[in-house]
């Protein structure tokens, strides 16, 4: 699984910053971004294998970010898992269109778990 690139955004410095070490630590290649409104130009320039969105993202936010992604012809497959400390995320990242959600806060092994779990289920559709 490693070798792949994930792509992150979220307005948080502090969470792109521990992500991008974690995951960086654990083989994987990460770009990262503070705004989502930009999330096809920013997805054709990376071409990642995952993506991580932050539901309270400006300028469009999360939801939005994630179904711009998803009605794309050649992105919609990218795995997008939808992060937020919201009780409700279940239902934020199914109305986004999401893969999966990790809920804020999370653990290392759980975003670790979580990422390897996506990608492998992209790689066997």
């Given at each position: 699984m490693k070798n792949k690139t994930i792509l992150i955004f979220d307005d948080d410095v502090n969470i792109l910053e521990v992500c991008?070490?974690?995951?960086?630590?654990a083989g994987y290649t990460v770009k990262i971004s503070e705004t989502?409104?930009?999330?096809i130009e920013k997805v054709s320039e990376i071409h990642p294998d995952i993506i991580l969105m932050d539901n309270?993202?400006?300028e469009i936010g999360g939801i939005e970010a994630t179904r711009l992604l998803?009605?794309?012809?050649?992105?919609?497959?990218?795995?997008?898992?939808?992060i937020?400390?919201?009780?409700?995320?279940?239902?934020?990242?199914?109305?986004?269109?999401?893969?999966?959600y990790l809920a804020k806060p999370f653990d290392i092994t759980e975003l670790e778990n979580t990422v390897e779990r996506?990608?492998?289920e992209a790689e066997a559709k």
């Open positions: 991008t070490i974690i995951l960086v630590d989502s409104h930009d999330i309270w993202i400006p998803k009605k794309h012809a050649d992105y919609q497959r990218i795995p997008v898992v939808y937020s400390a919201n009780n409700d995320i279940h239902l934020l990242a199914e109305k986004a269109g999401a893969d999966a996506v990608l492998a």
